[in-house]
């Protein structure tokens, strides 16, 4: 089986089963503001469990970028959380998730975002670690906050190679 | 008293009686990702509370623009939820918010932020609008989802003019 892997166009059809595409796309939820603004309401499926009072927090992580084609070894899920990542610039990033397959991940899949879209991963799905590319830029982060591990890594055996679209 | 009120540039410490500034601002939190990743962590005091099983939720606001001097009237409060707004472009906005005065709001002030900055309003706290300027953008907003009435509007008798700084 080939180890290469091209990215696709991130929509919210193909990346439900991994999580939410965050996004203003459609008509809004309602109008605010006196007609001003458009709220698309309640977007992505926060999920947090576990001990020690868990809660969400906000938090701003600032990527440095990798260049494709991407070698890919790592993977990483949240067992007791879901994690948001919204790009605070319009430059596209990259997201990477992969199913599960009794306990270990399965054959990566790669999505190219488009400007104003951000990702929601579902509570215990294995994803790659933040992938801007071009440049360095910030990212919104919204997850757990609690006690407990919640954190498991995968390391496959040799490398995926992920391809530009 | 003059109604004139000139922005100032978004700081934390000015901006501390009313929320935090949401920014990747000074040493990070801790570095993830083998170092690619710089993590500012935990930056807004989330604060849900009310009847209702409220809880965070991720909503996107598609705001149209402002045109500086401003007039302001209106300002709202949220007494059951904090309320966060941070832009998914590099574009600057504009931050208004009062000091509560025996449950009315008092002398506004404004801030203008820089690229990378967002903010979260305390719960309770008095604001504007969301206020892009320019240009129409997305902004991400963190905020409740619940039972109970969360929205105190409140109208000046007299104009406030917001001036650029």
């Known amino acids: 089986m080939s180890r290469e892997i091209a990215a ?10 991994f999580g ?17 603004c458009d709220r698309h309401h309640d977007l992505a ?13 906000i938090s701003i992580g600032f990527g440095r970028p990798y260049a494709l084609p991407l ?3 790592l993977v ?10 919204v790009p605070m610039t319009e430059d596209p990033f990259l ?14 899949r790669a999505f190219l975002t488009a400007p104003g879209q951000g990702v929601n991963y579902l509570r215990n ?22 006690g407990g591990n919640n954190l498991e890594e995968f390391s496959y055996a040799e490398p995926w190679i992920v391809n530009a679209v």
Request: proline content about 12%.
């Open 125 to 146: 799905t294995w994803h790659g670690v933040l992938t801007p590319l071009g440049r360095a830029s910030n990212f919104l982060i919204v997850d757990r906050v609690g």
């Open 71 to 73: 070698r890919l070894t």
């Open 45 to 57: 499926r926060l999920d947090f469990t576990g001990p020690g009072n868990p809660r969400a927090n």
């Open 95 to 108: 997201v990477i998730v992969a199913p599960d397959e009794n306990g270990v991940p399965g054959r990566p």
């Open 20 to 36: 939410d595409v965050i996004e203003a796309r459609g008509a809004p939820s309602f109008r605010i503001n006196g007609g001003m």
């Open 76 to 85: 990483e899920r949240h067992p007791l959380g879901s994690q948001a990542f």
């Open 8 to 17: 696709e166009p991130l929509t919210p059809e193909a990346f439900a089963p």
